[in-house]
């Protein structure tokens, strides 16, 4: 494995790549992780392809959000690193990482296949973005990850306690520093989800079978997939939002099984063109 740097408009954007032949794999994590989170998924995939994963800004050691960051200065950041790497790519989102990787798709001809792990989009759980805002400027990061974990994914008190006394609390902190500025952007983000229709290169929407109709992620799993009746849908079972971190085994199978249906169907790269 290797770290690499991708500098846009003055920013450094960063990627662990571990080296193969073929059409790379790129993974686009979400909220709250980064390139080491996937490690354990990126070790057990088992495929011959290289696989590209990006730590997304205000990850370390990629550079800041910065001013006026959307949702669109993440779109662009994807392009810019797509473009770089060349060449046809099979794309990999997962949550916030997923809506990134559905909306680059949409404006792209050269993608291979795309799988979206629980995308969202807005509205996606805004009533708990003041109370996460007013923690991060007051640099309590422990009240943030606490925040995150009962307000917007729906843990109980006694996982969070036990999470607090896990190896786990001292990676999560700093990745919830930019968190309260993520959801801003989903919220604010008019995504048009019925384009995705028009997407013709080969979709799979994976889902947690513990998220199933249940809010916030199974709601925003709903709309997506509402938009995307060509996609083949798989159930992680099981699971819930967080597979790459409880059942990396059983994800990376999944996410390899969707990289080799791309193998065995007819070639259709492409939607609105890039």
Known sequence: MRSTSFHRSG????????????????IVPGVMSDAVAWRPVVERLGLPNPVVTINRRGRVPSGPLGPDYSVRTEVDDLHHILDTLGGAVELCGWSYGGLIALEAA???????????????????????????????DRGD???????????????????????????????????????????????????????YRALT?????????????????????????????????????????????????????HIAAAVARTEEEPEEIGSTGR
């Open 11 to 26: 920013t450094e954007l960063t990627a662990e790549i571990v080296d193969g032949d073929g059409p790379p794999l790129v």
């Open 106 to 136: 949409c404006e792209r001809s050269d993608l291979r296949s795309l799988i979206a792990y629980e995308p969202v989009s807005a509205p996606f759980a805004p009533a708990a973005i003041p109370a996460l805002r007013a923690a991060v």
């Open 141 to 195: 990061l422990d009240a943030a990850v606490r925040l995150v974990n009962t307000d917007v994914s729906g843990f109980s008190a006694e996982y969070v306690a036990a999470l607090r006394e896990s190896p786990a609390w001292a990676v999560l902190r700093p990745l919830a520093a930019p968190l309260p500025t993520e959801l801003e952007a989903i919220n604010a983000y008019p995504a048009d989800l019925q384009r």
């Open 201 to 253: 290169v080969p979709v799979t929407l994976l889902l947690g079978e513990l998220n199933a109709n249940a809010e916030p992620y199974g709601t925003a799993f709903d709309r997506i997939a509402d938009a995307l009746p060509q996609a083949h849908i798989d159930l992680l079972p099981g699971q819930g939002h967080l597979a790459h971190a409880q059942a990396p085994h059983l994800l990376a199978r």
